[in-house]
C-alpha cells in the first residue's frame, strides 16, 4: 500500500487534481482554498478514504463499470447508454434560472419528492461565481442551485461530512465527471473497520463537462468584462461561436475565447470523461438541428441505469418534463466529441509521463483507450 502522501506527488504536483473535494469532509488535513486543494499536514496513513476516492488516483475503470452497469450497455465512447433524450423542464419559473432547459433542477425536485433521494448534494453559485457545494433538503433549496459555474467548488465534502453523520441514507448527487467518478469509487472501496456509509449514496446525476477555470484568473476575467455582483449567467455556446457569455443586467456580453483557454485547470486537460459516465442519468446542453437560439433552452439526457430510466419516465408520466425529437445524427455527433476529449486526455498523458504506454491514472485500464 501506499502512504496518503501520494496524493501530493502522484495527484497534486504533476497538476492531475481537479478540486472535487472527495479528499477532504473526512479529516483534518485536506482543504481547499479558492478551488485549489490544499494539504495541511503530512500524513503517514498507509490506506485512507482520501486515497481511495481520488477521482486522479490509479483506478480500473473497466472493473468499475462491470460492478455498477450491464456491460451489454457500455459504448467505448460514451459509456453506460440506455437512451438519448432531449427535455426541458415543463415549469417556466424553473427554466428561467436553469442554465439550459432546466430539467436538472426538475429531475432532483422530483427525486426528492418521489423518495428516489433524501437529499441532495449541489453546487450553488452567484451567477456562476463563487461556488460553494451545500446539501438541499427541499424543492426551495434545489432551486437555488440553478445554472452553472465554470469554478470548480470541493461539493464531495459536503457529500463526505453528510455521510459521516448518517443522517440521511438515499442521498443524491450532481457533479462533473471528476465528482461522479469518485462517488462511484466510494461506493466501491468500503472501509469495513471505520465505515463511512458510502451506501447512503443514492442516485447520481452527471453533468456534461469540457473543462472547468482557475478560481482567480475567471473571477479577474468577468471582473474585466462586467460587474461581477451583476452577473446572473455564464455560458459557452457551440464551438463556432469561439466566445464565454456572461448575462449582466439582461444583456450578454460576449468574451473571446481565447481569452479564456488559458484559464482551463490543469487537472482538466488529462479528463477522458465528457458526458459523466458514472451516473444514473447525464445531462448537458442540447444540440439539435434547430440551432443554438433553440438549443440553449433545452437538454440533452443520457440515461445509464434502471433507476435513471425509472425517473425519467416518472418525468414524462407526471409531465415535469417536455420531451422532442433527438436530432438524426445527434448521437454519432456526442460519440465522436466524447471521443475527441477521450483523445486528447491520453495525448495529454503520454506527454506527462514522457511514455506511450504510461497513461498514469488510466494505468488499470489502459486497454480500454488502446483502440482510440
Not at 440521511?168 to 466510494?186: D, E, N, R
Not at 448575462?247 to 481565447?258: A, I, P, W
Not at 440515461?303 to 448521437?331: N, W
Amino acid at each position: 500500500m501506499l502512504s496518503t502522501i501520494a496524493l501530493d506527488t502522484q495527484v497534486l504536483r504533476p497538476g492531475l487534481c481537479t478540486g472535487c473535494g472527495a479528499c477532504q469532509g473526512l479529516c483534518p488535513y485536506w482543504g481547499s482554498v479558492d478551488g485549489r486543494t490544499v494539504c495541511f499536514f503530512d500524513c503517514e496513513r498507509l490506506d485512507g478514504r482520501c486515497q481511495r476516492f481520488c477521482p486522479r488516483m490509479p483506478t480500473d475503470l473497466d472493473a468499475l463499470r462491470k460492478q455498477f452497469f450491464s456491460e451489454e450497455t457500455v459504448f467505448p465512447e460514451i459509456g453506460p447508454f440506455r437512451g438519448l433524450y432531449l427535455t426541458r423542464a415543463a415549469d417556466a419559473s424553473i427554466r428561467a434560472g436553469a442554465q439550459h432547459g432546466g430539467s436538472m433542477t426538475a429531475l432532483v425536485e422530483l427525486a426528492l419528492q418521489e423518495g428516489f433521494i433524501d437529499a441532495a448534494v449541489l453546487t450553488r453559485s452567484q451567477g456562476g461565481l463563487g461556488p460553494e457545494g451545500v446539501l438541499a433538503v427541499n424543492s426551495k433549496e434545489v432551486r437555488a442551485c440553478s445554472g452553472s459555474s465554470f469554478q470548480v467548488p470541493p461539493t464531495l465534502a459536503v457529500l463526505n461530512q453528510a455521510l459521516r453523520e448518517n443522517k440521511f441514507h438515499s442521498i443524491g448527487v450532481v457533479g462533473t465527471p471528476c465528482k461522479t467518478l469518485a462517488v462511484y469509487k466510494m461506493r466501491a472501496n468500503p472501509l469495513p473497520e471505520n465505515d463511512n456509509h458510502a451506501g447512503n449514496t443514492g442516485m447520481v446525476f452527471g453533468l456534461f463537462c469540457g473543462w472547468g477555470l482557475d478560481w482567480d484568473g475567471l473571477n479577474a476575467l468577468a471582473a474585466a468584462h462586467a460587474n461581477p455582483e451583476n452577473v446572473s449567467h455564464m455560458d459557452i455556446p457551440p464551438s463556432k461561436y469561439h466566445s464565454l457569455e456572461l448575462r449582466e443586467d439582461g444583456k450578454t456580453v460576449s468574451v473571446n475565447l481565447d481569452e479564456v483557454t488559458p484559464l482551463v485547470r490543469s487537472g482538466c486537460r488529462y479528463c477522458a470523461d465528457m458526458t459523466a459516465e458514472f451516473a444514473d442519468l447525464s445531462i448537458g446542453g442540447a444540440r439539435s438541428a434547430d440551432g443554438w437560439d433553440v438549443d440553449k433552452g433545452w437538454n440533452q439526457i443520457i440515461v445509464r441505469s434502471e433507476k435513471g430510466q425509472k425517473l425519467l419516465e416518472l418525468a414524462r408520466e407526471k409531465g415535469v418534463l417536455e420531451f422532442k425529437e433527438a436530432m438524426e445524427g445527434g448521437l454519432d455527433k456526442l460519440k465522436k466529441a466524447s471521443l475527441g476529449k477521450k483523445r486528447t486526455a491520453v495525448k495529454n498523458l503520454q506527454a506527462l509521463t514522457g511514455k506511450t504506454d504510461d497513461l498514469g491514472y488510466l494505468n488499470p485500464s489502459k486497454d480500454w483507450f488502446q483502440d482510440l
